[in-house]
């Protein structure tokens, strides 16, 4: 197959920052993707609808002239959030789900949830409007290992919280262990998962084997192969609980090479590409279009994309830059450590 064209495809869990950061990386997402779950951990975080609204009309404004693009808004979970300030963001259009960062987890999350019971009345709200709850599925406990985050999460946090509100519809972002896999596997509703672009790609290996590199460390952190190939199964096979969330999240370079240097992997403008070879690898090229374009507007409840994109594949290797430039530094883009035949035409 030389060619492949497929429904213009979604990002389902993407950081676009704000201000000279935003107008340097949003081109990368808007260019091949037409919808993007917009996550919320900026400085100060977006936890209110007026907040929202306020970070989607600098989100167009920075959109390149030309350009359709989508973003979809969440708003960020505290133990003070109003329920009825949600429901009006779900009334309004504006809001599209929740995000749920347990304090502590990731970049930006410290005003994240420690104590579940104060976030049950918002959290009964959405499973009654049927608002979806995005969550980044680690506990923050000190004495959990680092590698055992997710399962322990499922077992201690996700698990009893989809028993108390079965009604409640949970999207486990970036999966990144067979457990998640099947944990989403083996329930029947409710319940879906988004997968990495570097997650299909990397495993640990790429971050400590020869020397630290910085520019592979994400949270949830690459786990062992093992984890890894159960990932590619679940995006590869078609089941339409899995669709792409790309989580490129940029940090400029100067705060990724430091003594304690910041978590995210910038991918929007190669996962296409690596996405592409991920699935030729796998024999499963006809199931891309499943993954990237139809399974998540499904499970958010959305129409797929009337416009098309054609991936082609080339006899040379794609030249993708090794950095990105911003009004914020400079930016490496993920490197998947093979060469890319495929590119959107």
């Not at 084997?209 to 984890?227: D, F, M, N, Q, T």
């Not at 098309?308 to 990105?324: C, H, N, Y």
Request: with cysteine; aromatic share 6%; glycine share 6%.
């Amino acid at each position: 197959m030389r060619t492949l064209t497929i429904r213009r495809p979604d990002d389902w869990h993407l950081h676009l920052r704000d201000g000279a950061m935003l107008d340097g990386v949003i081109g990368d997402t808007s260019r091949h993707f037409a919808r993007a779950i917009i996550m919320p951990n900026l400085v100060p975080p977006v936890v209110t609808t007026a907040d929202a609204r306020a970070y989607r009309e600098r989100i167009m404004a920075a959109l390149p002239t030309g350009d359709r693009f989508e973003p979809l808004m969440t708003l960020y979970l505290t133990e003070d959030t109003n329920p009825d300030d949600v429901e009006e963001g779900r009334k309004s259009g504006l809001i599209t789900a929740v995000k749920l960062y347990p304090a502590g987890a990731t970049t930006n999350s410290h005003g994240g949830v420690r104590n579940f019971e104060n976030a049950m009345p918002v959290l009964e709200r959405m499973a009654k409007i049927g608002l979806p709850l995005c969550v980044h599925g680690e506990v923050t406990t000190p004495e959990v290992d680092i590698f055992d985050r997710e399962k322990a999460f499922i077992d201690t946090v996700l698990d009893p919280l989809r028993r108390r509100l079965p009604e409640l519809k949970v999207t486990m972002e970036h999966v990144t262990t067979s457990d998640g896999v099947d944990y989403i596997r083996s329930s029947d509703r409710n319940i879906a998962g988004s997968i990495t672009t570097h997650h299909l790609i990397i495993n640990r290996n790429a971050i400590l084997v020869g020397g630290i590199k910085p520019h592979y460390y994400c949270l949830p952190v690459a786990k062992r192969e093992s984890h890894r190939l159960a990932l590619r199964a679940a995006a590869t096979s078609g089941d339409a609980r899995f669709f792409l969330g790309t989580d490129s999240a940029p940090h400029v370079d100067p705060l990724k090479e430091c003594a304690c240097g910041c978590a995210g992997i910038y991918t929007s403008i190669n996962t296409m590409s690596c996405l592409a070879h991920v699935f030729e690898q796998e024999n499963a090229l006809d199931r891309l279009e499943a993954f990237a374009s139809l399974n998540g507007p499904a499970w958010y409840g959305l129409a797929p994309n009337d416009e098309t994109i054609t991936l082609e594949r080339g006899d040379e290797p794609v030249e993708f830059p090794a950095k990105i430039e911003t009004g914020a530094g400079p930016v490496t883009v993920f490197d998947p450590m093979f060469p890319l035949f495929w590119q959107v035409r």
